[in-house]
């Protein structure tokens, strides 16, 4: 995109594939981008008076934090949007449940705004594009924080039936997605339970609901904001690609792999993102021991034929 900032508004043309966002949703949308927010501050509180974070609220953290980053990682985007794998119906269930946990809307919402995403990268059309407002200093700044957190709250949102049919007629995704309230009651409420099992008392229930339910979804959050941000401005790009998908090798194991994002817009439905030596995956790993198990098959590994193919020349 190179029009000037002034012209971008101007000059923006009509996305196909998407409808308008029901009024009722924006609300839930600042109180689920805001409310972690809170939860941090909270917590910074909570550990200067305590002399740090417990091992119990830690444990909690970094628990449903692998469980819901993965669901999003995995579930969400690998499995769901780009099929770079086949499942049994079971752990489908367990994929989609974990992935709406980390409170990032339902599975074939998410989909959808995906698939759209790919379709458009980086040019009109595209959900969260940074260079949406062009390319001068200031355009840059604004389109960081329109791609970071600022599309969340879009008047449009995309067509489930334009960009997710295929989930659209799955009974069982259907079912899922209705019942994503429950979810984000669980992903908030669960850690709270486990927290006052664990020290029978309502401070460690709060303290876990803190850090094991708030600071951890706050995390999951910013973290695949910053994929949809970062990872198209700052970063290598050692593969073809029609966009500005980059790789930002310091965001690898917290995003569970999810920034070796120029492979991934350069082959999309691979199951492995981080292709090169020394470019860990973890969101690779677990597809790799579901296959093992026998739990996972028909997974698009990358082949030398394939990464040669879309490899930039030297």
């Not at 941090?40 to 449903?64: N, P």
Request: aromatic content about 10%.
């Amino acid at each position: 995109m190179t029009l000037l900032d002034s012209e971008v508004e101007k000059t923006r043309k009509p996305v196909p594939g998407v409808k308008p966002r029901p009024g009722w949703e924006l609300p839930l949308v600042y109180l689920v981008v805001g409310l972690p927010v809170v939860g941090l501050v909270v917590g910074i509180v909570l550990a200067t008076r305590h002399g740090g974070i417990s091992i119990t609220d830690a444990a909690l953290a970094l628990g449903f934090y692998l469980f819901t980053a993965f669901g999003i990682t995995v579930g969400f985007h690998r499995f769901f949007t780009h099929q770079a794998f086949k499942t049994h119906r079971v752990l489908k269930i367990v994929l989609a449940s974990a992935g709406m946990m980390a409170l990032e809307g339902g599975v074939i919402t998410w989909v959808a705004d995906h698939r759209r995403h790919h379709a458009f990268a980086d040019d009109e059309g595209d959900p969260h594009s940074p260079w949406r407002y062009g390319r001068s200093p200031f355009g840059l700044v604004r389109g960081l924080l329109w791609a970071h957190t600022g599309w969340l709250f879009d008047s449009e949102k995309s067509s489930a039936r334009r960009w997710a049919p295929d989930l659209v007629a799955d009974r069982d995704l259907i079912v899922l997605n209705k019942l994503f309230p429950l979810f984000a009651i669980a992903s908030l409420g669960l850690p709270a339970l486990i927290g006052y099992g664990v020290t029978g008392t309502a401070a460690g229930a709060f303290s876990a609901f803190v850090w094991g339910a708030l600071v951890r979804i706050l995390v999951v959050h910013h973290v695949t904001w910053s994929v949809n941000s970062l990872c198209h401005v700052i970063g290598e790009r050692p593969f073809n690609t029609k966009d500005e998908a980059s790789n930002v090798n310091w965001l690898a194991i917290v995003s569970l792999g999810e920034s070796w994002h120029n492979l991934h817009h350069a082959d999309p439905k691979c199951a492995r993102h981080g292709v090169e030596k020394g470019q860990l995956d973890p969101s690779a790993a677990l597809i790799k021991l579901f296959e093992r198990t026998g739990l996972a098959w028909d997974v698009r590994w990358p082949t030398e034929q394939r990464l040669a193919r879309i490899r930039k020349a030297a």
